[in-house]
Nanobody, 123 residues
């Protein structure tokens, strides 16, 4: 199982990026998918998550109303649309998939598979 993130880059403050997470040899259909980020010297934090049924989405307070998580059918990719990017949004962004129930969407240990990350820089 491989999760591969893409779409990171360098943008100016106020700009937008769309991150993608693709699953190889695996379908997201039965799993919750989350996006996490980690800035240098800081702990990894949950940014957003979407349940396996797409019925619920979760967002960190700092990104709510600016970021949107979505999942395409047939459940092989998950996206994170990021708008109004700020310096504090910079960091390595990771996608993760998990099946644990019950779960805490922002808890890293509730996810089983992780990608290697894509870098987001905001200047």
């Amino acid at each position: 199982v491989q999760l591969v993130e893409s779409g990171g880059g360098s943008v100016q403050a106020g700009g937008s990026l769309r991150l993608s997470c693709a699953a190889s040899g695996y379908s997201f259909g039965g799993r919750r998918v989350g996006w996490f980020r980690q800035a240098p010297g800081k702990a990894r934090e949950g940014v957003a998550a979407i349940t396996r049924s797409n019925a619920y989405t979760y967002y960190a307070a700092s990104v709510k109303d600016r970021f949107t998580i979505s999942r395409e059918k047939p459940m092989t990719s998950v996206y994170l649309e990021m708008t109004e990017l700020q310096a504090e949004d910079a960091g390595m962004y990771y996608c993760a998939a998990g099946q644990k129930w019950p779960f805490t969407w922002s808890l890293q240990f509730d996810y089983d598979y992780w990608g290697r990350g894509t870098q987001v820089t905001v200047s």
